[in-house]
């Protein structure tokens, strides 16, 4: 099984400042099609999550551009380059190089 | 604009089931399989059960599994679990979402297990 370590778990961050979320897995996510399949998601409260990347680094329609995905193989960082006030909330990391796993979870606050 | 709508939840003594409904629209529904994941009140994402558009490809977590199934009615743009024997630790907000990038999810139906 694979299993999704996020680091920090609860990150206080300053608008208008970068804000970083490290994610390891316990094992290669390459899959055997040369694809890497680790998508981060966002949940604000009371709502459900929502894709914000996939494939390590490819922002999903209607992301903005302050966020960006990189790593390779086990480490995974997903990188907020100004924070604004509506990127509260949860961020998750999730594997589906072969089934679905979750990071814990990483709160970011004001 | 692609829309997933779960129903079904509620309150339900141990041991006792309940049958979750997703319907789809705004895409073709036939072209993509269908999760459904569950998130324990304050708690993290748990991915539960996988069906495969055409059925053939069923998947289940190991905590789910031999008490939940997972089926889907092409027809009706539909996706459905089925939670049996149900524990107090199934108490959850339940989403269905939409292939493997789980884009979009529903807005959750909430099951509570409690006697």
């Known amino acids: 099984d694979f299993v999704m370590t996020q680091t920090p778990l609860s990150s206080p961050v300053t608008l208008g400042q970068p804000a970083s979320i490290s994610c390891r897995s316990s094992?290669?996510?390459?899959?055997?099609?040369?694809?890497?399949?680790l998508s981060w998601l966002h949940q604000r409260p009371g709502q459900p999550p929502r894709l914000l990347i996939y494939k390590v680094s490819n922002r999903f329609s209607g992301v903005p551009d302050r966020f960006s995905g990189s790593g390779a193989g086990t480490d995974f960082t997903l990188t907020i380059s100004r924070v604004e006030a509506e990127d509260v909330g949860v961020y998750y990391c999730?594997?589906?190089?072969?089934?679905?796993?979750f990071g814990q979870g990483t709160k970011v606050e004001i | 604009q692609v829309q997933l709508v779960e129903s079904g939840g509620g309150l339900v003594k141990p041991g006792g089931s309940l049958r979750l409904s997703c319907v789809a629209s705004g895409f073709t529904f036939t072209d993509y399989y269908m999760s459904w994941i569950r998130q324990a009140p304050g708690k993290g994402l748990e991915w539960i059960a996988y069906i495969s558009s055409s059925t053939s490809h069923i998947k289940y977590a190991d905590s789910v599994r031999g008490r939940f199934t997972i089926s889907r009615d092409n027809a009706k743009n539909s996706v459905f679990l089925q939670v049996s024997s149900l524990r107090a630790e199934d108490t959850a907000v339940y989403y269905c979402a939409r292939g493997g990038g789980f884009d979009p999810w529903g807005q959750g139906t909430l099951v509570t297990v409690s006697s």
């Open positions: 094992q290669s996510l390459v899959h055997r099609d040369g694809n890497t399949y």
């Open positions: 999730m594997q589906s190089t072969e089934g679905w796993a």
